[in-house]
């Protein structure tokens, strides 16, 4: 049975940083292209950003870029996002999910095969 568990999200000022997790088990996690989501509320489910099997290749919304950095350590099954320069709008669950397949577009939720079930971020301002 896959399982998929977020860690790390919590309370922080505007400005500050914080480190999420996302922990793999029952895969090969080190064939999967692993995303990061996040949900605000009253909003859909948007991508943040997403590494491949090798970690060689990563790509982000532009939202993120320059402040949100994405990870792999594939001998400890999990996949990292380090936010910095958190913002009160970066507030919300985020989700990380996992594809056997390099997704034809990154971006789209539909693409990947497994989902966590969140971590929430709250930055205060």
């Known amino acids: 049975q896959v399982q998929l568990v977020e860690s790390g999200g919590g309370l922080v000022q505007a400005g500050g940083s914080l480190r999420l997790s996302c922990t793999a088990s029952?895969?090969?996690?080190?064939?999967?292209?692993m995303p990061w989501f996040r949900q605000a509320p009253g909003k859909e489910r948007e991508f943040v950003a997403a590494?491949?099997?090798?970690?060689?290749?990563?790509y982000y919304a532009a939202s993120v870029t320059g402040r949100f950095t994405i990870s792999r350590d594939n001998a400890k099954n999990t996949v990292y996002l380090q936010m910095n320069s958190l913002k009160p709008e970066d507030t919300a669950v985020y989700y990380c999910?996992?594809?056997?397949?390099?997704?034809?577009?990154?971006?789209?939720?539909?693409?990947?095969?497994?989902w966590g079930q969140g971590t929430q971020v709250t930055v205060s301002s």
């Open positions: 590494i491949r099997w090798s970690g060689g290749s990563t």
């Open positions: 029952g895969l090969t996690f080190s064939s999967y292209t």
């Open positions: 999910a996992a594809s056997r397949r390099v997704p034809t577009t990154m971006a789209r939720s539909y693409e990947y095969d497994y």
